[in-house]
């Protein structure tokens, strides 16, 4: 399995502009993460889905934040405007069922809002 | 609400020498507790986790793990470090978090540097 995979590694764009940050998990997974790191902040948990149906979205930042899982091998999170606070590395995290914890984590996507 | 701290920012080790990279926890009922890496420019690697069992837990890369229920702790070491394992190291722990479901919380990590 090629693992956990996200597009784009590395984005770079102007405040105010709308940034989408893509996943796919790895196949037979059942739980998605979206994780956010920052040096300030550490590991954050943005949002999570079971079944492709959110379950806890309370670490999401504020309404310009939004997450969706269209079907078991796509994800997106959308942040529409951006702002530089906004920049940091955004992960996401596959799991199957049962829910041990043991994550399986993509390479991050980079993103820098200027 | 569950918590796991990590008191140091960074270790420094001699190579060779043995490691250990400390946690402690806060959480409700029994512990599921976790070590994760992170090498540079790379997402986070599963290392080993505490479900329940021996209090000595062995993982990936030959290290351990110590769980400590009376200190509520959960370090992390190594007899011998290698300059290749200067990296981020993160302590997790899972809590139930409602309708069935359970999450991780991640400590702030650890930047453990191996001198040659």
């Known amino acids: 399995d090629a693992g956990v995979i996200q597009s784009p590694r590395h984005e770079v764009t102007e405040m105010g502009q709308e940034v989408t940050l893509r996943c796919k998990p790895i196949?037979?997974?059942?739980?998605l993460f979206w994780y956010r790191q920052t040096m300030m902040r550490g590991l954050e948990l943005l949002i999570y889905f079971n079944n492709n149906v959110p379950i806890d979205d309370s670490g999401m930042p504020e309404d310009r934040f939004s997450a969706k899982m269209p079907n078991a091998s796509f994800s997106t999170l959308k942040i529409q405007p951006s702002e530089p606070r906004d920049s940091a590395v955004y992960f996401c995290?596959?799991?199957?069922?049962?829910?041990?914890?043991?994550?399986?984590f993509g390479e991050g996507s980079r993103l820098t809002v200027l | 609400a569950q918590s796991v701290a990590q008191p140091e920012d960074q270790v420094n080790v001699a190579e060779g020498n043995p490691l250990t990279v400390k946690c402690t926890y806060s959480v409700s009922g029994n512990p599921y507790l976790f070590w994760y890496v992170q090498y540079p420019n790379r997402g986070l690697q599963f290392l080993l986790k505490y479900i329940t069992g021996d209090n000595l837990v062995k993982g990936s890369y030959g290290f351990e793990a110590e769980f400590n229920k009376s200190q509520t702790s959960f370090h992390l070491k190594k007899p011998s470090a290698l300059v290749s394992d200067s990296a981020l190291y993160f302590c997790a722990v899972r809590a139930y978090s409602g309708a069935g479901s359970y999450q991780l919380t991640f400590g702030k990590g650890t930047k453990l540097s191996v001198i040659p």
């Open positions: 196949s037979g997974h059942d739980y």
């Open positions: 995290a596959s799991n199957g069922t049962p829910n041990t914890g043991e994550l399986f």
